[in-house]
């Protein structure tokens, strides 16, 4: 039985999907009547689903400006990927021992399809599967506290809304093959503490080439509105 969807959530959903998929960048200014004539209905049920969008803040308000999707919050990024980068390192490395070779093939084959996408990039795609792959390396922390706060990390960074992925293109094939090393040293045995090391270093990496672009766009002239 199939479900129709109210206009709102309709255009709530086509709304949100843009923005996850980085099409309606922070910042990105909605215009309301643009999106009801690409949607085919009023201004009303938009204007009801950017509300809601609001309230869940991925869209503010400015004055003389309306309704733009939410600049990141860089010190808020920053906390947020150091401490994932800590908790995640820690949770890799205590699930180390118990993880199959089930389990290291299983993220070996999710890092493939990874890596298949770096010739035809799909940002968002890319951070759901790089999602993935991770999570299949703590999956198995013993310490339900620390996987709690692991759990915490990655839902605060989907708050953000923002892949950094997106932002650092070329970030992605590092990424990859950090990735192959991190495989590596679990298969090896490697002692606790490199592992924990690789898989923190790992996550602060990708912050500080976000962190460093982002900065770069702030500073060179040649950089376009869009580029940054």
């Not at 039985?1 to 309606?24: G, N, P």
């Not at 800590?86 to 180390?96: D, F, N, R, Y």
């Not at 892949?163 to 298969?187: C, K, M, N, T, Y």
Request: aromatic share 6%; net charge negative.
């Amino acid at each position: 039985m199939s479900v129709t969807l109210s206009k709102s959530q309709r255009a709530y959903e086509w709304i949100r999907e843009r923005i996850a998929r980085h099409e309606f960048g922070p910042g990105y200014r909605l215009v309301l009547g643009t999106i009801a004539a690409s949607l085919d209905m009023s201004v009303v049920p938009v204007r009801e689903a950017v509300r809601r969008l609001e309230a869940e803040g991925i869209v503010e308000f400015e004055r003389n400006v309306g309704a733009r999707v939410t600049l990141v919050d860089e010190t808020e990024y920053l906390h947020s990927m150091q401490t994932l980068g800590v908790v995640e390192g820690i949770a890799t490395s205590l699930a180390s021992p118990l993880l199959t070779a089930d389990d290291l093939d299983r993220a070996a084959a999710v890092n493939e399809r990874l890596r298949r996408l770096l010739d035809d990039f799909d940002a968002h795609l890319f951070t759901v599967i790089n999602q993935e792959f991770h999570a299949v390396l703590f999956a198995h922390c013993p310490n339900p506290h620390i996987l709690d706060l692991v759990q915490r990390g990655w839902t605060r960074m989907a708050g953000l809304r923002d892949s950094s992925f997106a932002f650092v293109p070329g970030r992605a094939q590092e990424s990859v093959a950090e990735h192959d090393r991190i495989l590596a040293l679990i298969r090896a045995g490697a002692d606790p503490l490199e592992i924990e090391l690789a898989a923190r270093d790992h996550r602060w990496a990708t912050m500080n080439a976000f962190l460093a672009r982002r900065h770069a766009g702030e500073t060179d002239p040649t950089l376009t509105e869009e580029e940054t």
